[in-house]
């Protein structure tokens, strides 16, 4: 048992010693972001539900002209069509990537405007997925803890056992205690925490590419659009398996100047107005809470789409009324339409399993549940945390001892799996056997 257990052991150790801090960060910015909606709803409750003190009626295509005049500089990306009582939603963003929230009221006036990086949603989401800093680095660091978590979990469950730690005792010490009582609480969330995280990969920086790469190749299991590029595209409000699928492209009427110019959004002649891309699309059944992206050139189409996963209150729907539809930017045509039902088993899976990793799945007991998870889970590393405290002595590391000997083709071959599986994960081992091949050189020459 020792040949496997001291490895994995001292595996786990270091694993948790290292990634606390992390995994810490990830499960409190966690329980702040699952409660978002209800947070926004009271601290935003002027911008989403109030009416603009600019009395009187202006179409929607009018009210987007007014905000380019307004915001010089910034063009317009996206409109979150909203069902009552929530005002629509204008998103608009400039050159240098600078995004704000204009609010409409049902009189098409402006309510009021937001930074987009700094509302409660955003803030909550970029602190959890790249720590606010950015970057490839740290999102590959975050993924890094993802896949050590992975790790944790599966070998916290086999030395729970192996330890007989859940076992009680007559010995009556606060090692044993904490030590059982980290066990006890690692058990209780393994299967959640591991569901957790799961469905919080097709987010990362590289698994995700992999994720969606693997989507692309088997068209039954995933689906047969999807690209190689990471679910992070401009298109943030579309469902994670059509965010990048490869649009139609409209066909510009050589008679377009009879459409007329004055109902463009983006100047392109003879576009459609958007009052009149929300009527097709509520003849073709979108009903809304629905988002509408804009036609990127002249061959652009008008994307309208419902997700469970927009990260936006008020707009996200139950994953089986996911759909993304696209409309000829010129004759309002819906040229393309992809719906819940034409996903394969990955698109699918994730549909259900990111509003279940953010706690809106289903309603008020998803927010629980995972709120009781995260608490559970900052227990566990507590009680880890203890139980560490206690076995070291002091002024030693407490590090469990290396294994003596040759590691188990048994143990090697496990971990070779989760590497690949992982290739974070893999390569990181790399590294610790590298280090630990250097501390095994330092501690024979002390014999």
Not at 56 to 73: C, N, P
Request: proline share 4%; with cysteine; charged share 20%.
């Amino acid at each position: 048992m020792n040949k496997i257990f001291n490895p994995l052991r001292r595996l786990h150790f270091y694993a948790a010693f290292f990634i606390t801090p992390l995994l810490l960060t990830l499960s409190l910015t966690g329980i702040g972001y699952l409660f978002y909606t209800n947070v926004e709803n009271n601290i935003y409750h002027h911008e989403f539900f109030s009416d603009s003190d600019t009395k009187g009626h202006q179409s929607l295509d009018d009210a987007v002209q007014e905000i380019k005049e307004v915001y010089k500089g910034y063009e317009i990306q996206k409109i979150s069509i909203m069902d009552e009582p929530y005002n629509n939603r204008v998103t608009i963003g400039n050159d240098d990537g600078e995004s704000r929230y204009i609010f409409l009221d049902e009189h098409n006036q402006r309510v009021s405007n937001q930074n987009a990086q700094y509302t409660y949603a955003n803030v909550l989401r970029e602190t959890h997925s790249s720590l606010m800093v950015g970057g490839s680095f740290v999102n590959y660091l975050v993924e890094l803890a993802a896949c050590w978590t992975i790790f944790m979990i599966i070998s916290g469950v086999y030395l729970t056992f192996k330890s007989k730690a859940l076992k009680k005792t007559n010995k009556k010490t606060s090692f044993l205690f904490n030590r059982r009582v980290h066990a006890i609480l690692g058990l209780i969330i393994a299967i959640p925490i591991f569901v957790i995280v799961l469905t919080g990969l097709p987010w990362s920086a590289f698994m995700g590419k992999q994720i969606n790469q693997f989507a692309e190749d088997h068209p039954k299991l995933g689906y047969s659009a999807l690209k190689s590029n990471p679910p992070q595209s401009e298109d943030n409000e579309l469902p994670w398996a059509t965010r990048n699928k490869e649009k139609p492209t409209s066909k510009k009427d050589p008679h377009a100047e009879h459409h007329g110019a004055s109902n463009s959004l983006i100047g392109a002649e003879g576009q459609q107005s958007i009052e009149n891309i929300i009527m097709q699309a509520e003849n073709k059944n979108i009903k809304k809470p629905f988002s509408i992206v804009y036609p990127a050139d002249d061959k652009g189409v008008f994307t309208v789409s419902k997700s469970s996963n927009t990260g936006v209150t008020g707009l996200d729907v139950a994953p089986k009324e996911e759909t993304t539809a696209y409309f000829d930017q010129y004759s309002g045509k819906l040229l393309d339409q992809v719906d819940y039902e034409d996903y394969g088993i990955v698109g699918k899976w994730f549909s259900f399993g990111i509003p279940l990793h953010e706690g809106h799945l289903f309603g008020t007991a998803n927010k629980v549940i995972n709120l009781l998870v995260c608490l559970t889970f900052i227990g566990g590393i507590v009680f880890g945390f203890l139980s560490w405290m206690r076995r070291k002595n002091a002024g030693s590391f407490g590090a469990p001892p290396q294994m003596k000997g040759r590691v188990p083709i048994g143990l090697i071959a496990f971990l070779i799996v989760l590497g690949i599986i992982m290739p974070l994960f893999g390569a990181s081992l790399i590294i610790v056997a590298i280090v630990e091949y250097f501390i095994w050189r330092k501690n024979k020459k002390k014999v």
